[in-house]
């Protein structure tokens, strides 16, 4: 049962034409006020800087985009005909369509941006075929592949859902998700009435599928990601004033996430992030929509316990997309996937509503933090190319999306992403401004009969000046309210028009500024920063190097004369920097104190922010080499890099490169016989390894992933050049007394009951030898069935060596 949101009894039937019908309005839907409001996107224009760099490179890419080939899935699912192929990668994978929602977004954000007419034209375009889809399917809209029939399943109660599929689909509820937010954008941010009209047709039909099922059956479908619906149903419930929305968005909240966040309970550990996210934007949505403090508690605790315990300095959070252990934050170092753009998309999508709901800075914080390392980083500044993972592992590198070639999530998200730059520069109540982010943008205020202007190159330089010009010569009076950064040096000073200011400091953190503004007033102040050192979350000897709120990072040379690729393919794993991992010996390393480390920094002579590290640095394999530039993370690019230092002192050192190299040694070592492996109850191992099954489950044990299953569960192995000869089993020492057997192809490789395990260790594996006829198979399908009352796994990895 979800926590009041019982069905109605006397819901009344659905009709094509009542979007706005009296029956459904009762008391008008309000939002809860806002300590703040947000400009529209139009109002800000950025003038300069990276973030408008970022901007028009950004549109470009959009541009460079193919709408004929988005729309194809749509229209394909419509029984139309399509003018052009659909794109490849995830979008003719099983993941069908979801691009194109999120291209409906990024046009509305980028239109409101910048002003360029060919995005203007390039969205109506999108919705007027659109639209042809959707009436072609009565008021359903998708390219899930062969959804209608998924539906029909779904409205008849015949759910089955995992954690990345539902009833056999790859997340349909994540990929309509996508649509119905890029409608939404369309209206509110482009002003679309089409839009508008498509997305209320598009919750009439939702509405119809669902009207039949009940909670339960809601909260079981939930189980698999589903983005966040229940946040667009809460604004449609504004937009429609029709409760049924507001109804909708109660029950398509995850109780299982819902019930320990309002306790104030992590229950994180395991769980896929990104899945978790936009969840959680949902109930902060529905409880400004019902005035629910208890919801809202909920997501300022999660955004507390993500931001503050489980959040790296880029601002970024999940190591191969899950969220592990908040006291070992090993696996950050470790693994070359680190945290996921989607996440700190979302991440930052929060922080905003958060920071409008409180006016409490410290969002403000998080948010700079993660715009500045993360988002603003994980766009290639030349080609524009978008970043999925961006590896914490010192020496790693990053892939870039292929504009015709790469589909995933993050070039969905990514090409949002830098359109928004401007959303939270300026903020007003009716008497009052704050000015939030400190970049080179102008707001037009045309409300209060001002234009102000933010001028400043920061962060290569720490002056900042403001000008205010009347566009009303019955221009208003305001308060001014300037962000005092928490990372700052110094105080920051303020003069206007070249003379000291008088001003208080709020306990929030802001300096006011209170006077009859004129004419061409000009603010000048400094934002004074210094270097600073800020250590891995769990406490490990691993700082990274911050200015402000810029982290630093350097450029990594792994091997002599290497050639990597960082551009990706068109394959379904392209995302992933799969290539050699940097030796611990080619590695810069910290030595002695960090305090040591920071005096030995010194800004580097030129126009862009640079220091060189000359002291207490040592790299094992050159000797010779002594110091090392360090620049901002979001201009470096095309390089292994460096953005955690291991600090060690200098007795530590020599066993420290021993202990890496062979740590090293040994996983090259399994990566050479490895033919290939999944990593069970992960989403990108298994939906690239063609997972089924029924009656199956998926958790985390200790930080380690697993699935086992009272039924069935597959996966498809790739044996292409036959060298297959072992399928070696992970297993959990605690699971006794399970039986079930191990098929490949169909035929019984193993019948397994697992023992009480004697090892040391909690996870242990055993290695089965291949028959002939399995070693010479291009595709291994391997199979685990429970016997009869008993339970197959759980399995914590499935490895195909050749010896």
């Known amino acids: 049962m979800i926590m009041g949101c019982q069905q109605s009894a006397t819901q009344e039937p659905l009709t094509s034409n009542s979007h706005n019908s009296a029956t459904h309005q009762q008391a008008a839907i309000n939002p809860v006020s806002n300590a703040q409001q947000a400009f529209a996107l139009s109002q800000v224009s950025l003038t300069g800087g990276p973030f408008w760099h970022a901007q028009q490179t950004n549109i470009d890419y959009l541009l460079a985009m193919k709408p004929d080939r988005l729309l194809a899935p749509y229209l394909r699912e419509a029984g139309l005909e399509t003018q052009a192929d659909s794109y490849g990668n995830w979008e003719n994978s099983g993941l069908d369509g979801h691009i194109g929602g999120h291209y409906l977004s990024a046009l509305s954000l980028a239109w409101a941006a910048s002003g360029q007419q060919a995005l203007k034209d390039r969205l109506d375009y999108m919705l007027d075929e659109l639209v042809r889809a959707q009436e072609a399917n009565g008021g359903y809209l998708g390219g899930i592949p062969n959804g209608q029939a998924m539906w029909r399943e779904i409205r008849q109660g015949n759910i089955n ?92 909240s995850h109780q299982t996430i819902l019930k320990p966040l309002t306790q104030n309970k992590d229950r994180l550990t395991g769980l896929h992030a990104n899945t978790q996210i936009p969840k959680v934007i949902g109930f902060l949505k529905v409880a400004e929509t019902a005035d629910d403090a208890a919801w809202e508690a909920a997501a300022e605790f999660f955004w507390q316990t993500v931001t503050q315990e489980r959040s790296v300095s880029i601002g970024g959070n999940s190591v191969k997309e899950h969220f592990h252990e908040k006291d070992d934050f090993t696996p950050m170092v470790e693994d070359v996937e680190g945290p996921e753009t989607c996440n700190t998309y979302n991440m930052m999508k929060l922080s905003k509503m958060l920071y409008l709901r409180s006016g409490e800075p410290r969002y403000l914080a998080f948010y700079e933090r993660a715009m500045y390392n993360h988002i603003l980083s994980s766009q290639h500044p030349e080609h524009g190319g978008l970043v999925y993972f961006t590896s914490m592992r010192p020496g790693h590198y990053r892939m870039y999306s292929s504009v015709q070639d790469s589909m995933w999530c993050c070039v969905g998200s990514g090409i949002e992403n830098h359109s928004k730059y401007g959303e939270l520069a300026y903020t007003h109540s009716d008497s009052a401004l704050w000015v939030n982010l400190f970049m080179p943008a102008a707001l037009n205020w045309q409300q209060k009969g001002w234009r102000i202007e933010t001028q400043t190159h920061f962060p290569d330089s720490s002056d900042v000046t403001i000008n205010l010009q009347k566009t009303d010569p019955g221009a208003s009076s305001f308060t001014m309210h300037l962000r005092k950064p928490e990372w700052l040096s110094d105080d920051m000073q303020l003069t206007v028009n070249g003379k000291p200011a008088q001003t208080t400091t709020t306990e929030a953190g802001f300096i006011t500024v209170q006077r009859q503004w004129r004419d061409n007033d000009t603010i000048s102040f400094q934002l004074p920063a210094e270097p600073e050192v800020e250590q891995l979350p769990d406490g490990q000897d691993y700082y990274s190097v911050l200015y402000g709120p810029v982290v630093l990072a350097t450029k990594v040379q792994a091997f002599e004369n290497e050639n990597l690729n960082f551009v990706a393919d068109d394959s379904r794993m392209g995302h992933i920097a799969a ?225």
């Open 161 to 252: 859902a995992d954690l990345f599929s539902l009833n056999d689909r790859w997340v349909p509820l994540y990929n309509i998700d996508k649509l119905f937010h890029g409608l939404r954008d369309a209206y509110q941010i482009a002003g679309s009435d089409k839009a508008k009209t498509m997305l209320l047709d598009l919750g009439q039909w939702m509405l119809s599928v669902t009207e039949n099922l009940s909670d339960e059956q809601i909260q079981q479908m939930l189980y698999s990601e589903h983005g966040g619906l229940n946040e667009v149903f809460a604004d449609m419930a504004l937009i429609s004033q029709d409760r049924r929305y507001l109804h909708l968005a109660r029950q398509f």
């Open 579 to 803: 290539g050699p991992v940097c030796p611990p010996e080619a590695l810069p390393v910290m030595l002695g104190e960090p305090a040591s480390f920071l005096e030995g920094l010194k800004r580097a002579p030129g126009d862009k922010l640079a220091f060189q590290a000359s002291t207490n640095v040592a790299v094992a394999n050159q000797p010779e080499r002594k110091s090392t530039t360090l620049i901002p993370f979001f201009r470096l690019h095309d390089s292994r890099y460096e953005v955690y230092w291991p600090q060690l002192s200098e007795s530590d050192f020599s066993s420290f490169v021993e202990n890496a190299q062979a740590e090293a040694a040994t996983a090259k070592a399994l990566r050479s016989i490895t033919v290939d492996a999944v990593s069970p109850g992960q989403q990108q191992p298994e939906v690239e390894h063609n997972f089924k099954g029924q009656q199956t489950r998926a958790g985390v044990n200790d930080g380690h992933h697993w699935r086992d299953a009272t039924g069935w569960f597959s996966y498809a192995l790739n044996n292409e050049e036959g060298r297959a000869k072992t399928l070696r089993l992970t297993y959990f020492k605690g699971d006794t007394d399970r039986q079930f057997s191990v098929l490949i192809n169909g035929q019984k490789l193993a019948s397994v009951t697992l023992p009480a395990s004697s090892a040391t260790d909690a996870f242990y594996t055993v290695d089965y030898a291949l028959t002939d006829a399995m070693q010479k198979a291009p595709t291994l399908t391997v199979r685990f069935e429970a016997h009869d009352g008993s339970v197959a796994g759980g399995i914590y990895g499935i490895r195909l060596l050749s010896e």
